[in-house]
């Protein structure tokens, strides 16, 4: 009897540690890196990014901030140079999703909220509600969708040819549906690559928004990603750019 308590009590441990490693309750990677831009910012520029996943035992939840932000050498009409802010960039987002049945399929609600300082809108902000399912999930190769209804605010910067009024703001909002689908993919034990599409679509714009990324481990807890993110609104002001590009290479500490 007390060999066979032992025997249970070991198995018990391990497999209570197989699970531990399995799930874990967090799962964050902080990205800092160099990036360059192109459309409505065009500079050379630092990013920082926090991406924590929660994982409970009947929810998953996502948690999500970036920024960007730089000053440049600007040159003046006079041939003189200033110090000018060139891009300033503020992303948040949640997404909170409830496992059903058998944890392949999901019930979510998702909020998010952009500050563009020189983007197409000066401010957007998004809701939604919707299902989801893993189209095919394993230890190396996991891919989803999902969608959902949903509402959004963006304030449209409207340039002017006034100098003393450079810009206007025109508010919009409406109702919108919400589409998105994430691919992981573990290429070796030290490489992965990441596909990350979601499309907002409304009567009065639809905003694409895309990252592809691929991620090699310098340690255990540290890699090296290079990438690039695609953004898209298709109404934009004249003399906006309806598309900007970031091209990335970051280091990501993970734990």
Aim: negative net charge.
């Amino acid at each position: 009897m007390h060999k066979l308590t032992i025997v249970l009590t070991l198995t018990a441990l391990t497999t209570t540690a197989l699970a531990d490693e399995k799930k874990r309750p967090w799962d964050v990677d902080v990205d800092v890196g160099a990036i360059a831009t192109s459309g409505n910012t065009d500079s050379t520029s630092l990013q920082f990014k926090v991406d924590a996943k929660q994982n409970l035992e009947k929810w998953e939840n996502q948690y999500i901030f970036n920024s960007l932000f730089k000053e440049d050498e600007v040159e003046q009409d006079d041939d003189t140079t200033s110090k000018e802010k060139t891009a300033e960039k503020y992303f948040g987002s949640a997404k909170f999703a409830y496992l059903l049945g058998v944890e392949k399929s999901y019930v979510f609600g998702f909020g998010s909220y952009t500050d563009d300082k020189f983007g197409a809108y000066r401010t957007y902000t998004t809701v939604a509600l919707g299902y989801g399912d893993w189209l095919y999930s394993s230890p190396t190769f996991n891919w989803f969708v999902e969608a959902g209804p949903g509402y959004f605010e963006g304030e449209k910067v409207i340039e002017s040819d006034d100098a003393s009024i450079p810009y206007s703001i025109t508010d919009e909002s409406g109702a919108m549906l919400r589409a998105a689908t994430a691919l992981e993919w573990k290429i070796t034990k030290n490489a992965e690559f990441k596909q990350v599409i979601s499309v907002e679509s409304g009567a009065d714009n639809t905003r694409t928004q895309s990252e592809t990324s691929l991620a090699t481990s310098i340690n255990g807890s540290m890699k090296m990603k290079v990438g690039i993110a695609i953004a898209n609104d298709t109404d934009v002001a004249p003399g906006k750019e309806k598309t900007d590009t970031t091209t990335f290479i970051n280091l990501v500490y993970s734990f």
